[in-house]
Every structure is written in C-alpha cells, then in structure tokens.
C-alpha cells in the first residue's frame, strides 16, 4: 500500500446555484521517497487537488463530492477536526507558492517556525529555538542563528521560500505537497531551490507531491507524472517512460508550445484555442474542440482511462496517434 | 550599416529611497547603471535578466514613465530624454509599449472600440467613428479576433485574448518601436505560444523594431535578433542570438542558461 493513494477524487465548485465539476475522477499515488509530478494549465485542477488532500477546502462553494484520498492508511476525508491537525504540518505539509503571502509580515520567521514545532512536538520554546536554527541551516539559511530573528520582509523571496520549506520540514513530514513552490523565483534561485528539495528527499525519504505548470522543473524533479487537463488526469506514467513516447495529444501539443533554448525554430506548434472556462457545458473528451486528431466520437463520449504502455495510462481514444 | 532606429547611450536611473525608521538611512538605488546599445529598422532586441536587473526600468525610462538620470536615447538621431512632455507626445505614436498584465492594462470601462479608437483620435489617424471602426476591424482580424467583439468590454476576455487586444491597441498606431515589457510572461504556455507566434508574425510583416523585455530564455531566443544580458543595472553580454545562446562569453549567462529546467525528450542511453 503506498503512503498517499488519492482514488476518484470528484470535486466540484457550487455557482449560481449549480455544481459544477471541476476535477473529476483523478486517482494517483506517491510513495516514500517518491515524487510525483502534476503539470496543467491555469484551471485544470492541480491546486485544488492538492489543497483537497491538505483538507483546506472548506466552505460551500468548492467541495469533495466524491473519491477518498488515504495517507498512511488512514482516510483523510473522514477524519475529526482535531485528528486532522494533528496531521497537518506534522506528518503532511504543504509549500505554497507565493513566498511573500504565506509568512506573516509582523512576527519574526523564527517564531513562526517555533510556533509549528511546538504545536505538533513536546519541546520547551529554548529547544524549539534550537530546532529552527538547526532547519534554517538544513535549508541553507546564511548565519541561521541570526537570520532565526529577521522579519520576512529583511529576507528576499528565495530566501523566504527556503523558510517554508524549513517550516514544513520542522517535523520530518513524510509527505511534502508542493503547489508551484518554485514559479514566483528566479531561474538560478530556482534551481537550488529544486536541488535542495531533491538533496532533503535523498536524506529523509520524504514522499513529495510537486505541482508545477513548467514541464521542465517536472522532467527534471519528478519520478512519474500525472498530466492533468480540465479536471482529469489524461496522461500518467514513469517521468523517463512518458517522455520518451508522449501518448496524449495534448501533452504534445504542450510540450511543442514551449519555446527552448536550445535550438531554433521559426514557429511554435501552439495548441488552438483556449482551455474552455468552467461555464462551458463539455460533451465527450474535453480537449476535443481544440484537437488534432478529433472524430465524431470525442465529441460525444468521454474516453475512459486506458493502459497505453505497462505503467503508462493515457485518456483519449486515439492514444499514440500523431496528426497527419 | 544602417542607421539605427533606436541608440541608447550610457543610459543611467537611478532611484533615491526615503529615509524612515524601518528602513534607514536614505539609499541611492542604481537600477539602470550605464547602458548602451542600438536597435536597428525591423530588428528584435531583447532585454533578459533575473528580477530586479533593472530591464524594465530600461523600457520605462524609454517611455518617459521614468526620468533618466543622465546618458543619451537618440530614436532616429534626435535624443528625446531631454524632450518635454510636449515635444515628446508626437514620439508617443511612433514609440508604442505593451504591457505584461491584460487583467491591468486594458480600461474595464471602455468597450474594446473605444480602447482602440481613442488614440486614433488623439493622434488624428482618423476623424470619424466609422473610419475609426474599419481600421479596428481590420485590426482585431489581424490579431485573430472577430471585429464583433470591438462592441463589448475588457471582462469578457480570457488573458490570451485581452493581450491579443493589447498588441492590437499597439499595433493600429503603425509604431516604429514597441518596447513589450513581459508580455507573454502572464499567460499559460499554451496560449504564450500563440501570441508569441502573432508577435512575431506582425513584427515580421510590419517591420516594426522591438524592444523585448523577459526572464525567460526560451522566449527570448525564439523572437530576437539580438539579446543583450543584465545583471545589477549593467548589460553583461550583449550579441547576436545564436552567439549568445551557442557560445556565451559571460559567466553569468552561462550560469543562466545551465539553470533552466529541461524536458527530456526520449530515453536516455544507458
């Protein structure tokens, strides 16, 4: 049994008195010592999954409808309010990706690390104290017994990243659920926010969840991936597996969207059209309107989830198939 | 050669903090510390660098929306820093900017029509609302949109389709520069592609010179002719594309571009 198995997962957004789906049917799970890659567009659902597998999606505007999400043998949908945070920042945290929202701007970033420790663990505040230090170091904070005492604000956003990852390292977490934790930072400082991630999950076996819309940080970082379009997964596999044959017609399509670095070329294959809003009542695939390979047949039934290759499953009902 | 369109001369701005409690003593912030170089009729110039290098402060300082400490910008031989607000307004046709956000730069108010219209009027392009109508639909059909959607309001939009307005609010001024600052940075790769695509293909067309302003890399090399690097308010590099994607002299860039993620395509051989 892995340690996070997330199954039909089915969350859905109330507006104008209807429910509208907006994930629907995603099942993944991560291991020890795994990370997990989920790429989509703005709007595809990769946030709320991850906010659904924290349990912050409270209210009643967007609520889990169905599926169940377990950790560590546990079912996370079920549990008390008490029983969750005892959980939440302790064995399951979560980076956020705005650096400079989720700090608080008046009390010194030592505090909030000390206030997450002693909230989970029996530690007196001197003690606590030490720890952060200790994870500032870990996340390789300059002078960490004196950086222990700055304000968010004297830290610049690589910086402040790295003092949420200590935040949610303070209690060896063995799942990190990371949403974009690296989108709002520069490349260079982005790669070691990335290497520093990698080298804590080699040292502490921790599982990681990494939800990014770049799918270079995701071939890079990930052992597998989950490519999720409009609410569903549509392509999953092994990182090196799904990259050497990409079976989906949208994961192509996205990947020949980005311009590289490394070579030239005249025009980009931009995918037409745009990612239909929430409103639009689909029928079929939801990537029909804007596919290359479109039939009849997408337009009316939705493609069910098919193995492709062994550990290679994949939504469309023209898998492999490339356009003429 | 030819004569440059744009030449930018040891160009400084530099910001003066205030003095508070918090903060201390007053600073002198150099954003733009001595920058110089020259775009050409019809080439692509692109400004790239990490956040707070100083490249947006280059385009805004261009625009006259900061003032240039010292140094020199002669857009086709006449230096116009030194120009009034009055004397630089009818530069402000011929040197036109886009912006990153299309949630921000587009008045929620005003149907696309009127968007477009009103610097028509203000530079007397046109001088009835139905001439004024024919060049919006022409342009919005260049820029991929239906000429219906002039009657209705910015709201109504996806962020593709309000940048794609954005470059059309430009583009109807027939500029001799753009200066884009980000301007595809805010949308999802899928839609990116497809306005890069359309900038490129109307800086193609028009033979309009661009002054491309991003962080991304990739981007970069797919519009420009030319890159120019920045680091701490000074370029580092500056050369034409493939030399410096292909051979970078400088240790910055090259540490720029060895941090970019990559896909992998394929199996590795093992």
Same mark, same amino acid.
């Given at each position: 049994m892995a340690l996070l198995e997330v199954q039909d997962l089915e969350i859905a957004v109330r507006t104008k008195g209807k429910l509208l789906p907006v994930v629907q049917g995603v099942s993944f799970d991560v291991d020890d010592n795994e990370t997990l890659g989920i790429v989509g567009e703005s709007g595809c659902g990769k946030s709320l999954t991850a906010l659904a597998i924290m349990g912050l999606l409270?209210?009643?505007?967007? &609520?889990?409808t169905g599926g169940n999400i377990r950790f560590d043998g546990m079912d996370l949908l079920t549990l008390s309010d008490g029983e969750?945070?005892?959980?939440?920042?302790?064995?399951?945290?979560?980076?956020?990706?705005?650096?400079?929202?989720?700090?608080?701007? +008046?009390?010194?970033?030592?505090?909030?690390? %000390?206030?997450?420790? &002693?909230?989970?663990?029996?530690?007196?505040?001197?003690?606590?104290?030490? =720890?952060?230090? #200790?994870?500032? !170091?870990?996340?390789?904070?300059?002078?960490?017994? #004196? =950086?222990?005492?700055?304000?968010p604000h004297q830290m610049s956003g690589g910086q402040r990243q790295r003092v949420m990852i200590a935040m949610a390292l303070s209690?060896?977490?063995?799942?990190?659920?990371?949403?974009?934790?690296?989108?709002?930072?520069?490349? /260079? @400082?982005?790669?070691? @926010?990335?290497?520093?991630?990698?080298?804590?999950?080699? &040292?502490?076996? /921790?599982? %990681?969840?990494?939800?990014?819309?770049?799918?270079?940080?995701? !071939?890079?970082?990930?052992?597998?991936?989950?490519?999720?379009?409009?609410?569903? +997964? @549509?392509?999953?596999?092994?990182?090196?597996?799904?990259?050497?044959?990409? $079976?989906?017609?949208?994961?192509?399509?996205l990947l020949n969207s980005i311009p590289v670095v490394d070579s030239d070329v005249d025009w980009l294959e931009a995918i037409p059209g745009r990612v239909p809003t929430l409103e639009e009542e689909l029928t079929g695939c939801a990537f029909h309107p804007r596919c290359a390979l479109v039939t009849k047949l997408c337009a009316t039934s939705v493609p069910q989830e098919t193995e492709y290759k062994p550990g290679h499953s994949v939504r469309c009902h023209f898998s492999g198939k490339v356009a003429p | 050669m030819t004569e440059p369109l744009l030449r930018v001369i040891d160009l400084k701005t530099h910001f003066r903090t205030k003095a508070s409690w918090m903060f201390g003593e007053k600073q002198?912030?150099? $954003?733009?510390?001595?920058?110089?170089?020259?775009?050409?009729?019809? #080439?692509?110039? !692109?400004?790239?660098?990490?956040s707070g290098c100083g490249k947006s402060t280059v385009g805004r300082t261009l625009t006259h929306l900061e003032q240039a400490t010292s140094g020199r910008a002669l857009f086709e031989g006449r230096d116009f820093l030194v120009m009034s607000p009055n004397e630089f307004r009818p530069l402000r046709r011929e040197i036109q900017m886009i912006f990153q956000?299309?949630?921000?730069?587009?008045?929620?108010?005003?149907?696309?029509?009127?968007?477009?219209?009103?610097?028509?009027?203000?530079?007397?392009?046109?001088? /009835?609302?139905?001439? $004024?109508? *024919?060049?919006?639909? +022409?342009?919005?059909?260049?820029?991929?949109?239906?000429?219906? +959607?002039?009657? =209705?309001?910015?709201? #109504?939009?996806?962020?593709?389709?309000?940048?794609?307005?954005?470059? *059309? &609010?430009?583009?109807?001024?027939?500029?001799?520069?753009?200066? $884009?600052?980000e301007a595809v940075s805010a949308l999802d790769v899928s839609i990116q592609a497809q306005v890069l695509n359309l900038l490129k293909k109307l800086q193609q067309d028009s033979g309009v010179s661009m002054l491309f302003i991003s962080h991304d890399l990739g981007v970069v090399r797919h519009i420009s002719d030319q890159v120019a690097v920045m680091h701490e308010g000074k370029i580092v590099e500056i050369g034409r594309k493939r030399q410096i994607f292909e051979a970078p002299q400088h240790e910055y860039t090259r540490k720029l571009l060895e941090s970019i993620p990559r896909v992998k395509i394929g199996k590795e051989v093992a």
């Open positions: 409270g209210g009643t505007t967007v &609520r889990i969750r945070r005892s959980i939440m920042g302790n064995r399951m945290a979560m980076i956020f990706q705005e650096p400079m929202t989720s700090l608080n701007p +008046v009390y010194r970033i030592g505090d909030q690390i %000390i206030e997450n420790i &002693r909230q989970h663990q029996k530690m007196t505040n001197a003690q606590a104290r030490d =720890r952060a230090v #200790e994870l500032l !170091s870990l996340v390789r904070i300059p002078n960490p017994s #004196e =950086r222990v005492d700055s304000f209690c060896d977490p063995k799942l990190l659920i990371a949403d974009e934790p690296t989108t709002a930072l520069d490349v /260079t @400082v982005q790669k070691e @926010v990335l290497d520093l991630m990698a080298d804590l999950q080699t &040292r502490m076996g /921790t599982a %990681i969840v990494l939800i990014s819309h770049d799918l270079g940080v995701i !071939s890079e970082t990930c052992d597998k991936v989950a490519v999720m379009y409009r609410g569903r +997964v @549509v392509e999953a596999a092994a990182t090196e597996n799904l990259f050497a044959e990409l $079976a989906h017609p949208y994961t192509r399509g | 002198l912030i150099k $954003a733009v510390d001595g920058v110089s170089f020259d775009i050409a009729p019809g #080439e692509v110039l !692109s400004l790239v660098g990490e956000d299309p949630f921000a730069s587009l008045n929620p108010r005003l149907k696309i029509e009127q968007t477009l219209g009103e610097p028509l009027f203000i530079h007397g392009l046109c001088k /009835t609302w139905d001439e $004024a109508r *024919a060049k919006i639909a +022409v342009m919005l059909e260049t820029v991929g949109m239906d000429p219906l +959607v002039m009657k =209705r309001h910015p709201h #109504e939009f996806s962020g593709g389709q309000r940048q794609r307005i954005g470059i *059309a &609010r430009v583009m109807i001024l027939k500029p001799k520069l753009v200066i $884009a600052d």
